[in-house]
């Protein structure tokens, strides 16, 4: 897969004060998009991919990317970064207890040395998500952008359903974001948090797998329940032909009509990166 890069003519490198920056990074690449917030207009989308299998390896990666890439150089009136990693858990607010990061998130994985835990508010979850990031490259970022906020990727996802479901009450959703072995699944029922997990995968068959068996442990109806696909996953892919099969309302994820897009984004499909794209004020 060849790297992207699409920026407006509307850029100016004079007027980065008064842009939002958006970073993603994960063991399949860095991507960033620039927000005009006067203009509510995204006019910048890049993309560095990876092929990485541990997350010790990023830090190397992402720091030549920063060597190469000037347009991160500037001076952003704002800055978030989203970090994707399988190491995750979500604690309701009423559980959770201050100084208590490390023993709900080791509780679920195996913890490393060399690791830092932080933690996201996701407000209308009701619950706080505490994942792991590798600590030099925590550093290294907070020392890039000393402002910023480092999130779960899970975030934009999870806050954004729920948000634009607010006002459907009865409204069921599966929504899948997919990396090159992982993806992730949350389901909604309205404005109420079912599930949130993450899954390995190798073909097809495995993602099939694991969607089928959620519907049937969770007793979605697989006519009136929405599969809503996101992330770098063809609208050719047999995976997509194969969700058709089998449940009835599948496709793919839209962009958030808030905003404007540069018209240089109409070369990729919509979906691909829905995340990035939605975290700009997302809580």
């Not at 890069?5 to 994960?26: A, E, G, P, R, V």
């Not at 704002?78 to 490390?102: C, H, M, N, W």
């Not at 402002?147 to 069921?172: A, T």
Request: aromatic share 16%; proline share 4%; glycine share 4%.
């Amino acid at each position: 897969m060849r790297d992207i890069c699409f920026t407006d003519k509307t850029f100016d490198n004079t007027q980065t004060h008064t842009y939002h920056l958006s970073i993603q990074i994960s063991l399949d690449g860095f991507y960033f998009s620039i927000l005009d917030i006067p203009k509510g207009k995204y006019i910048v989308l890049n993309g560095h991919h990876f092929f990485l299998k541990r997350p010790r390896l990023l830090l190397k990666h992402v720091r030549e990317v920063f060597e190469a890439d000037e347009l991160l150089t500037g001076n952003f009136k704002s800055v978030e970064i989203l970090y994707a990693t399988r190491k995750f858990t979500l604690v309701p607010q009423a559980f959770y207890t201050r100084g208590s990061l490390d023993k709900f998130l080791w509780f679920n994985t195996v913890q490393e040395r060399g690791y830092s835990v932080l933690k996201n508010l996701f407000p209308k979850a009701g619950c706080l998500c505490l994942f792991d990031i590798p600590q030099n490259l925590n550093d290294f970022l907070v020392a890039k952008y000393p402002r910023c906020e480092i999130k779960n990727n899970l975030l934009p996802l999870v806050e954004g359903v729920l948000r634009r479901n607010w006002s459907s009450p009865q409204r069921v959703q599966v929504h899948l974001n997919f990396f090159r072995e992982t993806f992730e699944m949350v389901v909604v029922n309205g404005s109420k948090l079912v599930l949130c997990n993450i899954f390995n995968y190798k073909t097809e068959r495995d993602i099939l797998y694991h969607v089928l068996f959620t519907f049937d442990q969770l007793k979605l109806s697989p006519e009136s329940t929405e599969l809503i696909l996101h992330g770098q996953i063809p609208q050719v892919s047999p995976v997509y032909h194969l969700f058709k099969r089998y449940i009835k309302l599948t496709s793919f994820a839209r962009l958030d009509t808030t905003y404007q897009y540069s018209y240089t984004f109409s070369q990729l499909p919509e979906h691909y990166y829905s995340s990035l794209l939605s975290i700009y004020k997302c809580e």
